[in-house]
């Protein structure tokens, strides 16, 4: 079995490679919708051999398996090879990857129907996948950082696809600098991490964290710099502005790279480095306190986001907040459960909402919709079933990934539990907002005549609200009678610093308080948004100043345009024309003048004749020449 | 006597070149030329472990015209055989006047690179150091651009003050020599100069270096040059011309002044960290597209002028996977440029947009080499960054964080440019633009190919220079 997994581990990875290879040299030649069906195709590949790859890795009766494939750099003691990690951590994440990334490139096939350079679309999203495979299966830091770059590079590619927009493209360049500075934090900590054990592979390195002790500064400062890189691609408090801006990109690039996978590459990471992450309390800590100032802060600019995606995109950041808090109370398992279910749900809801705009002609403004739930009833249950999941109402997935961080974070300190709890049920006050201004009362855009979307589009979804539905099963706890799957599948390659489970009757209080408020929560919205149908106000309508400020999403944007980003055209310019200009070239200048002011002769000779210092040079070599004879 | 053929190939072909008229003859017969040479170099790397030559050409003057190499040379010659044939074929496009003046001019500068490359002693390779800006000289004064005569003057009268600077070095130290005196490298190297002249001496070796590289400060006729030279021009200083500095300063300064160096160290490490930054952010703001490369070529070039006063395993394993890399993504991306120019006529920024409508090949192109120049994981430029990245923070990690700024400021100012030339909405003037054609493909296509090649599979290269590495870090005493 050992073998069949190093014979076809790299498969997975190669289908997608293959695929960007077709769609984007041939891309003059495919017809019709052939670029999506081999892009389709190649990726439910990669899905079977994952499949193949995770039985396989339960009968051979390792935990893990390294593949090598070759040596990439080799200079020293570093030594790093290009090889794969097959274990339980890595397959739950390429199963996500391909499954969900198969689904998607699916549905893409009737989304971007029509679309003039579909062929250039399936062949970005097939070099995503590959990516991303890349980056859950690398064997060692700098594989992972392949990935985790190329990801980055083809997220900005599909933010900016409809590239006449100047808008998009500056979205996507400011998606691509900000995940950039936070992969300079995380190369740095992997270069501290080569120098620390001599050497970057999981398992050396994780064999060796042992030595270090607890709390020592170095491990505070490795794990903190790995931490930059997860904020960055993770869209966390202070580098998260690119994510609402991100979505720019087609809809299923929202879904797949900037909800179910990219974003979470981040959460896996730090899971990945959980023996690391252990030995440094403070960082921990940074990480529940940034956690939950994303989960909550991103919530509630999310209750007066009126642009359908944006609502999705602040709600993912703040569900990526929630799995740092996860991560940040030791709990590795539980992100990662909640990163599956949020792969789900929050894939379905940007479908969903793509099959939304589709059917309202591109319109994204939720204050315009309204209604649609009898003219797609498809669209409207999977999204229901995704609302439920996202707000945590059991036996929905969400409901067992999102109560397990919140009991965690009541062991940890009943503080962290009531604001982890108030965001949640923000999470869901938004959530149902978005749902009955959309699908309730009367239709608001007249010109629009929605239709349910075909059928490549809503088999998609479907499947997707059936994992929704269901995906909490994976994990369910002992206190339901179930065995926590997923948390003790992943054992083998997380070490969690607390016992991932839920027990006693605390909790149980706990979970019914919260359902209570959940239920009062829904109540809330719908009398406000379908009894009295209250539409939000039109944008050039005066607010109080703090509903301003939400709207306007705090004016970070433009606090950050006015901290960096003008300082630093500034500073350029004032580099080029002040210094460069000004001092450094009219000093050189000034030098040759005045030297060539010094002699008489020099400026007789100086009066352009070019040739005089080629004459000059040789006459200096001849110099030399004679010099040396002499002395 | 290989390395002689390797030497003179260039300069006897461009003699010969001199007696044709006909253009497509004279290309042909350049750029052959230039591949044998590029052939024969990739021989000798893969079947002589090392090889010199010497011969008694003025024993009067304690001196020998010997020919020799090491990894480093090696390095050096591989970048300047590999980069020619393009420089050469790039020059196919249209009937240029004079063609066979400048293939001869180009072939002339060739050769003198090589020899100062292989050079075995001091004086040899000032001959052939000086050598290299007559012909460069009159490619940028015949076929530059705009402001040439007063440009290309100042980056004469520039360099060659650094010459002079260098000129006296040398003499002094021949005359510390023992015995006969000489200015083999052998016996410079064997001289114990006292640590107080080492201080100063530093500087005097170190100022041509570090005009021709150029490091910040040194580096104010560069921009104008680059931005002003013709494609040819451009390539050839961009891609060979600066590492000459490198390779001058690798010979000179670590095997002779050692404590000058190590002296100096932080110093000059500094003042090539603020080039990165400085150059970086300058670039971004830059609308002419060449002042802007010229900018980031200079950033690049400064961090690889850190990494080599670092000093250590990693940060000259990364100078030297940076040196090729370095020249092939330069020298590609100089191509694309110009390649716009032609096509549009311009070269500042804000006239340009939507070229990629009319032209979506060079826009792929455009990215890749994009890529391989902001150190994409998997190209050429992530190897030698991520090395010499390494070796800084070996270093410290301060100036890891400094010289990894590039990463950030890298894709600042390079993806604004390119989002400036070939997105946005369709522009009415380069609606009829001509996409990328034949002759760009066999440019294009296999530097691109060694971007990804190399930085996929780098091994060769880091073994190529793996003894003279180790060799080079026990120069410096250990402090």
């Given at each position: 079995m050992v073998a069949l997994i190093s014979t076809i581990a790299w498969l997975v990875p190669a289908f997608p490679l293959l695929g960007f290879l077709i769609t984007g040299l041939a891309k003059n030649r495919l017809k019709n919708n052939q670029a999506g069906i081999i892009a389709s195709t190649l990726v439910s590949f990669s899905f079977i051999t994952a499949v193949i790859l995770f039985f396989s890795l339960r009968s051979s009766g390792q935990d893990s398996v390294t593949v090598t494939l070759f040596n990439w750099i080799s200079a020293g003691d570093l030594k790093i090879p290009f090889a794969f990690l097959i274990d339980h951590l890595s397959i739950t994440m390429m199963l996500i990857v391909t499954g969900v990334g198969a689904l998607i490139h699916i549905y893409s096939i009737g989304y971007m129907h029509g679309d003039e350079r579909v062929n250039s679309f399936f062949a970005q999203m097939n070099l995503f996948t590959f990516s991303m495979l890349l980056l859950v299966m690398g064997a060692n830091y700098l594989i992972l950082f392949i990935g985790w770059e190329g990801v980055g590079f083809c997220s900005y590619l599909l933010i900016g696809f409809w590239f006449k927009n100047p808008a998009f493209n500056y979205a996507a360049r400011k998606a691509f600098v900000m995940n950039r500075i936070g992969d300079l934090g995380f190369?740095?900590?992997?270069?501290?991490?080569?120098?620390?054990?001599?050497?970057?592979?999981?398992?050396?390195?994780?064999?060796?964290?042992?030595?270090?002790?607890?709390?020592?500064?170095?491990?505070?400062?490795?794990?903190?710099?790995?931490?930059?890189?997860?904020?960055?691609?993770?869209?966390?408090?202070?580098?998260?502005?690119?994510?609402?801006?991100?979505?720019?990109?087609?809809?299923?690039?929202?879904?797949?790279?900037?909800?179910?996978?990219?974003?979470t590459a981040g959460i896996y990471m730090i899971a990945r480095s959980s023996i690391l992450y252990n030995l440094a309390p403070i960082t921990l800590n940074i990480m529940i306190g940034l956690g939950l100032a994303t989960a909550i802060f991103a919530a509630v600019i999310g209750l007066r986001q009126n642009d359908i995606k944006k609502v999705l995109a602040y709600s993912t950041v703040s569900q990526l907040g929630y799995m740092f808090l996860a991560l940040g109370l030791g709990a590795y398992s539980s992100a990662v459960f909640h990163l599956t279910t949020h792969a789900f749900f929050k894939a379905l809801l940007f479908l969903g909402a793509g099959s939304i705009i589709h059917a309202m002609g591109g319109e994204q403004d939720i204050r315009k919709m309204g209604g649609l739930r009898k003219k797609m009833p498809v669209t409207y249950f999977t999204f229901l079933a995704a609302t439920l999941a996202i707000s945590g109402i059991p036996p929905f997935s969400g409901f067992f990934s999102k109560d397990l961080i919140l009991t965690k974070a009541f062991e940890n300190n009943p503080v962290l539990y009531v604001l982890a709890l108030g965001g949640a049920l923000i999470t869901c006050f938004y959530m149902f907002r978005l749902l009955y201004l959309v699908f309730f009362g009367d239709q608001r855009l007249s010109s629009a005549h929605p239709h349910e979307s075909p059928r490549v589009m809503t088999i998609p979804l479907i499947i997707l609200s059936i994992?929704?539905?269901?995906?909490?099963?994976?994990?369910?706890?002992?206190?339901?009678?179930?065995?926590?799957?997923?948390?003790?599948?992943?054992?083998?390659?997380?070490?969690?610093?607390?016992?991932?489970?839920?027990?006693?009757?605390?909790?149980?209080?706990?979970?019914?308080?919260?359902?209570?408020?959940?239920?009062?929560?829904?109540?809330?919205?719908?009398?406000?948004?379908?009894?009295?149908?209250?539409?939000?106000?039109?944008?050039?309508?005066?607010?109080?100043?703090?509903?301003?400020?939400?709207?306007n999403k705090f004016y970070i944007d433009e606090i950050y345009t006015a901290l960096f980003e003008r300082p630093f055209g500034f500073l350029s310019d004032f580099f080029f024309y002040n210094v460069e200009n000004k001092v450094l070239d009219a000093a050189v200048d000034g030098i040759g003048t005045a030297t060539s002011r010094l002699g008489g002769l020099a400026r007789k000779l100086q009066a352009g004749n070019m040739s005089f210092y080629l004459f000059a040079m040789v006459g200096g070599i001849l110099l030399f020449i004679i010099f040396i004879l002499i002395v | 006597m290989i390395l002689l053929i390797i030497l003179l190939l260039p300069i006897v072909t461009g003699l010969f070149l001199l007696l044709l008229r006909n253009p497509a003859t004279v290309r042909i017969i350049a750029l052959t030329s230039a591949i044998v040479n590029l052939l024969i170099t990739l021989g000798l790397i893969i079947s002589v472990p090392?090889?010199?030559?010497?011969?008694?050409?003025?024993?009067?003057?304690?001196?020998?015209?010997?020919?020799?190499?090491?990894?480093?040379?090696?390095?050096?010659?591989?970048?300047?055989?590999?980069?020619?044939?393009?420089?050469?074929?790039?020059?196919?496009?249209?009937?240029?006047?004079?063609?066979?003046?400048?293939?001869?001019?180009?072939?002339?500068?060739?050769?003198?690179?090589?020899?100062?490359?292989?050079?075995?002693?001091?004086?040899?390779?000032?001959?052939?150091?000086?050598?290299?800006?007559?012909?460069?000289?009159?490619?940028?004064?015949?076929?530059?651009?705009?402001?040439?005569?007063a440009i290309t003057l100042k980056f004469f009268i520039y360099t060659l003050t650094g010459s002079l600077f260098l000129l006296f070095g040398i003499i002094y130290l021949f005359t510390l020599t023992p015995g006969i005196h000489t200015t083999d490298f052998s016996a410079f190297n064997q001289l114990h100069i006292p640590a107080a002249t080492q201080t100063w001496l530093f500087w005097i070796l170190f100022v041509a270096f570090a005009i021709k590289m150029p490091v910040f400060p040194f580096h104010t006729w560069q921009p104008s040059t680059y931005t002003m030279a013709s494609k040819q021009g451009v390539m050839i200083l961009a891609g060979v011309l600066t590492k000459m500095?490198?390779?001058?300063?690798?010979?000179?300064?670590?095997?002779?002044?050692?404590?000058?160096?190590?002296?100096?160290?932080?110093?000059?490490?500094?003042?090539?960290?603020?080039?990165?930054v400085y150059a970086s952010v300058i670039a971004f703001r830059q609308t002419n597209i060449k002042r802007l490369i010229a900018f980031s070529s200079m950033a690049h070039i400064s961090l690889?002028?850190?990494?080599?006063?670092?000093?250590?395993?990693?940060?000259?394993?990364?100078?030297?996977?940076?040196?090729?890399?370095?020249?092939?993504?330069?020298?590609?991306?100089?191509?694309?440029?110009?390649?716009?120019?032609?096509?549009?006529?311009?070269?500042?920024?804000?006239?340009?947009?939507?070229?990629?409508?009319?032209?979506?090949?060079?826009?792929?192109?455009?990215?890749?080499?994009?890529?391989?120049?902001?150190?994409?994981?998997?190209?050429?430029?992530?190897?030698?960054?991520?090395?010499?990245?390494?070796?800084?923070?070996?270093?410290?990690?301060?100036?890891?964080?400094?010289?990894?700024?590039?990463?950030?400021?890298?894709?600042?100012?390079?993806?604004?440019?390119?989002?400036?030339?070939?997105?946005?909405?369709?522009?009415?003037?380069?609606?009829?633009?001509?996409?990328?054609?034949?002759?760009?493909?066999?440019?294009?296509?296999?530097?691109?190919?060694?971007?990804?090649?190399?930085?996929?599979?780098?091994?060769?290269?880091?073994?190529?220079?793996?003894?003279?590495?180790?060799?080079?870090?026990?120069?410096?005493?250990?402090?």
């Open positions: 190369i740095l900590g992997i270069i501290l991490l080569f120098f620390t054990f001599k050497s970057v592979s999981f398992t050396e390195v994780f064999a060796q964290a042992g030595t270090l002790q607890a709390g020592a500064p170095l491990i505070t400062l490795i794990t903190i710099l790995l931490l930059v890189g997860a904020v960055g691609k993770s869209a966390q408090i202070p580098l998260y502005t690119w994510l609402p801006d991100a979505m720019a990109g087609p809809t299923p690039v929202s879904a797949l790279i900037h909800a179910a996978t990219m974003v994992l929704s539905v269901f995906g909490g099963f994976l994990n369910i706890p002992e206190l339901f009678g179930g065995k926590s799957g997923l948390g003790e599948f992943l054992h083998s390659a997380i070490i969690s610093k607390v016992t991932e489970e839920l027990a006693g009757s605390t909790e149980i209080g706990l979970i019914i308080s919260s359902l209570a408020l959940l239920g009062l929560i829904i109540l809330l919205a719908y009398r406000t948004y379908v009894k009295k149908a209250i539409i939000p106000a039109e944008d050039s309508k005066s607010l109080s100043s703090f509903s301003k400020a939400i709207t | 090392s090889a010199s030559y010497t011969v008694n050409w003025s024993h009067f003057m304690g001196t020998q015209f010997s020919l020799g190499f090491d990894g480093i040379s090696l390095i050096m010659i591989l970048l300047t055989n590999l980069l020619f044939p393009f420089i050469i074929l790039s020059g196919f496009t249209r009937a240029h006047i004079k063609i066979p003046v400048l293939n001869f001019l180009i072939l002339f500068t060739q050769s003198a690179l090589l020899g100062v490359f292989l050079a075995q002693n001091a004086f040899l390779f000032y001959i052939f150091w000086e050598l290299t800006l007559i012909p460069v000289y009159f490619i940028l004064l015949l076929w530059g651009g705009e402001n040439r005569r500095g490198i390779y001058g300063a690798l010979r000179f300064l670590f095997p002779i002044v050692p404590q000058g160096v190590v002296y100096w160290q932080n110093t000059v490490i500094i003042m090539c960290l603020i080039g990165v690889m002028a850190a990494a080599m006063f670092v000093l250590n395993y990693y940060s000259l394993q990364g100078l030297f996977f940076q040196v090729i890399s370095h020249g092939v993504t330069i020298v590609a991306l100089f191509y694309v440029v110009h390649l716009v120019q032609e096509r549009t006529g311009t070269l500042e920024l804000p006239q340009m947009g939507g070229l990629k409508h009319a032209a979506p090949n060079m826009a792929i192109l455009l990215l890749i080499v994009v890529l391989g120049s902001i150190a994409l994981p998997l190209t050429a430029g992530f190897v030698g960054e991520f090395l010499i990245i390494t070796g800084l923070a070996q270093f410290s990690i301060w100036f890891a964080i400094l010289g990894g700024s590039t990463m950030i400021l890298g894709a600042i100012y390079m993806l604004y440019a390119y989002q400036r030339i070939m997105l946005g909405d369709i522009n009415p003037a380069y609606i009829k633009v001509k996409d990328i054609r034949a002759l760009d493909f066999f440019v294009l296509i296999p530097l691109i190919a060694l971007i990804l090649i190399l930085g996929i599979y780098p091994q060769p290269i880091l073994n190529l220079v793996e003894e003279s590495v180790k060799a080079m870090q026990n120069l410096i005493p250990v402090n």
